[in-house]
């Protein structure tokens, strides 16, 4: 799989976002969203929250303190996540629309910025859990931040009413970030090796890949597998909202298009691309 790159699309999707929120009403802030407990502020106070710890972190080497309880795995650090996520919301209750937007219109330039100033293929500073990553490269790294930015975005635009960033510029780099999803998600179904999962995203942003088992477990390619074992087919908005945990219970069944081995596309429809 080749490297995906995102660093020059975090000022225009910033920008994006700056013109959308400057256009919204009082209302519209407490619509509730995709993000379910949130409503679009906590949503928007949460994209400023990740800027100012990434830039305080990572560019100015800063040391927050450590959590209050040990991080023994993942399920340890999906709780930890959640919790700090919480509290920077809770405290953003505080300030108001305006001034949240303008510290965004801050800290995403500096942003964008600070990620394109990084050699693509050193170490990160984190790596990318979700994909299994003990150790990610910096691309990943970025790219699972420009995901994130993208998807929250989506979900203010999806609650106020607001066209979605669907077009290929902004969401195949997503949809193809999110496959790196899929070795991971896969490293404990038990089938033969050899077996394989074609996966064909249709649409402008979509594409085909698949997922084979081999000797050292589950690997990832473009392109169709030459014997597929399983296959699914679903277009570029259901592939998103799967990946991103916004599908209601049920949904995917009815929205995916599969055949072949079952143990493996029920699979596939557990995948996520976020931290859940």
Same mark, same amino acid.
């Given at each position: 799989?080749?490297?995906?790159?995102?660093?020059?699309?975090?000022?225009?999707?910033?920008?994006?976002?700056?013109?959308?929120?400057?256009?919204?009403?009082?209302?519209?802030?407490?619509?509730?969203?995709?993000?379910?407990?949130?409503?679009?502020?906590?949503?928007?106070?949460?994209?400023?929250?990740?800027?100012?710890?990434?830039?305080?972190?990572?560019?100015?080497?800063?040391?927050?303190?450590?959590?209050?309880?040990?991080?023994?795995?993942?399920?340890?650090?999906?709780?930890?996540?959640?919790?700090?996520?919480?509290?920077?919301?809770?405290?953003?209750?505080?300030?108001?629309?305006?001034?949240?937007?303008?510290?965004?219109?801050?800290?995403?330039?500096?942003?964008?910025?600070?990620?394109?100033?990084?050699?693509?293929?050193?170490?990160?500073?984190?790596?990318?859990?979700?994909?299994?990553?003990?150790?990610?490269?910096?691309?990943?790294?970025?790219?699972?931040?420009?995901?994130?930015?993208?998807?929250?975005?989506?979900?203010?635009?999806?609650?106020?009413?607001?066209?979605?960033?669907?077009?290929?510029?902004?969401?195949?780099?997503?949809?193809?970030?999110?496959?790196?999803?899929?070795?991971?998600?896969?490293?404990?179904?038990?089938?033969?090796?050899?077996?394989?999962?074609?996966?064909?995203?249709?649409?402008?942003?979509?594409?085909?890949?698949?997922?084979?088992?081999?000797?050292?477990?589950?690997? =990832? +390619? !473009? /392109? *169709? %597998?030459?014997?597929?074992? &399983?296959?699914? @087919?679903?277009?570029?908005?259901?592939?998103?909202? #799967?990946?991103?945990?916004? =599908? +209601? !219970? /049920? *949904? %995917?069944?009815?929205?995916? &298009?599969?055949? @072949?081995?079952?143990?493996?596309?029920?699979?596939? #429809?557990?995948?996520?691309?976020?931290?859940?």
């Amino acid at each position: 799989m080749r490297r995906i790159q995102t660093s020059d699309l975090f000022l225009p999707l910033h920008n994006e976002l700056v013109s959308l929120l400057r256009g919204l009403d009082e209302q519209d802030w407490s619509r509730p969203t995709l993000a379910r407990q949130w409503v679009v502020k906590d949503v928007v106070a949460h994209l400023l929250d990740t800027d100012l710890r990434r830039l305080s972190a990572q560019r100015d080497g800063y040391t927050p303190p450590p959590p209050a309880e040990d991080i023994c795995g993942y399920p340890d650090l999906v709780a930890f996540l959640n919790r700090l996520n919480a509290s920077w919301v809770r405290a953003a209750e505080r300030l108001s629309p305006r001034v949240l937007v303008d510290l965004l219109e801050w800290s995403g330039p500096q942003v964008a910025r600070f990620f394109a100033s990084l050699p693509s293929d050193d170490p990160a500073l984190y790596p990318v859990a979700w994909a299994g990553e003990e150790r990610s490269a910096n691309w990943m790294d970025v790219g699972r931040e420009y995901t994130e930015k993208w998807h929250h975005q989506e979900q203010i635009r999806d609650a106020v009413g607001a066209p979605l960033l669907t077009g290929r510029r902004w969401l195949a780099p997503v949809l193809e970030l999110a496959m790196h999803a899929l070795p991971h998600a896969f490293r404990h179904v038990e089938v033969p090796q050899g077996s394989a999962l074609s996966v064909t995203i249709e649409g402008e942003a979509g594409g085909v890949w698949h997922i084979s088992k081999g000797g050292s477990g589950w690997e =990832l +390619r !473009e /392109g *169709e %597998a030459t014997e597929a074992t &399983a296959r699914v @087919g679903l277009d570029a908005e259901t592939a998103w909202r #799967l990946f991103f945990n916004a =599908l +209601r !219970e /049920g *949904e %995917a069944e009815r929205r995916v &298009a599969v055949t @072949g081995d079952e143990k493996l596309w029920t699979t596939f #429809l557990g995948v996520r691309s976020v931290m859940v």
